[in-house]
Every structure is written in C-alpha cells, then in structure tokens.
C-alpha cells in the first residue's frame, strides 16, 4: 500500500478500533500462481501483543483453507468510511483553480500466516461470540442456542476455522490531511451538506484529524 507519512496511521489501538468496527475483510491468498481474494467476517483478539489475532471460518466447500501458500502471509484489507471529495468544496478554487477531486477513506491492512482449524468445539465459541455481538443490538437477538443442536452440528461440519496471527498492521487515513486548513473546513461544510451516513461518518473523521 502506498503510504506517505501523512496519511500513516499507526496506533494500534486505533486499527484495532477500525477493524472492530468494520469486521468483514477483504482476505487476499496466494496459491497456485494466483490471487485469491475471499471477504469473510473476523473476530479480533487483541493478545498477543503487540497487534493480536484474527479468527473467522469459511465454508469447508471453498478451496482456500486447502490451497494457500504457506510462504506468503495473507493480506487482510479491512475498509472503513469513503467519500467522494469534490474539489468546489475548496476555497483555494477561487484563488487558483488548481484543484482536483479525490477519495477520502480509512483503510486497515493486517498480515499474518493463515492457520486451519478443524474443530468442532473451537468452531462454536467463535459462531458464538460472532452471532453474540452482531446480534447485541437486536431488540430479539438470536442465539445459536434458538436453532436445534443437531442441525448446528450439520453446520459446523460444513465450516472450517481460520486463524491468522497478525504479524504486521499498516493504517491509511486519507482524510485530507495534505490540504491547508481552509480546504478542511472547507470539505467539513461539503460533507455536512449531504444527508448520508457515509458523509457523516467521514466529517467526523475529518474533524478529528483536524484536531489531533
């Protein structure tokens, strides 16, 4: 990933955040002389320090936990807020003209060897903690304990665990941190002024690097 110094993220605490916040991730292997790219939902362990461990499953009909290469790590891409930037939002458009659009976004990239798990027991604490959370703001969640015991069995024997240590953390916040302070505020109002969860996720965003 190209990263200039500028848009470097590199506290773990706040990838980690990212991460638990957008959980699916983009998961790029290498096998047979070929990318392989699988978007599957992670649970993160923050031991062992310094950066933890990712734990998911995928179904045991997919190739990849049998075809994968145990000399190139897997590159886990996990993507968080984007928007459109227009450059009219600049008040340098005025002045000069010289001004293009461009994407804002925040990006976490997680790598590590990927591990096979092929364990029943192992596979239901993780479907557990994964229907647990995402069912935690349900008003009637769901519980793998709703469905009957031998048709979760059928299903776990059609998954298989995965689990990737992570060896190396790199974050990209791309939120205008390379225009003058003008231009921020600038993209601040742009944004403010269209009604979508994505804008105001990324005015948030902004905000804060402006901040920090």
Known sequence: MYLPAHFAESRTEVLHQLIHEHPLAAMVTFSANELNANHIPFELDPAPAPFGTLRGHVARANPVWQHYS????????????????????YPTKKEHGKVVPTFNYIVVHAYGPLRVI??????????????????????????????????????????????????????????????????????????????????????????RSMNS
């Open 118 to 207: 092929d364990d029943r027991t192992w596979l239901r604490g993780l479907v557990g903690r994964l229907t647990d959370r995402h069912e935690a703001g349900s008003a009637q969640p769901w519980k793998v304990t709703d469905a009957p015991d031998d048709y979760i069995e059928k299903m776990l024997g059609a998954i298989v665990g995965i689990e990737i240590p992570i060896t190396k953390l790199a974050g990209k916040w791309k939120v205008s941190q390379n225009q003058p302070a003008a231009n921020r505020e600038g993209v601040v109002k742009g944004l403010s002024e269209i009604a979508t969860a994505e804008a105001a996720a990324m005015v948030d965003i902004v905000k």
């Open 70 to 89: 145990n000399d190139v790590e897997a590159l886990l891409v996990f993507q968080g807020p984007q928007h459109y930037i227009s450059p009219s939002w």
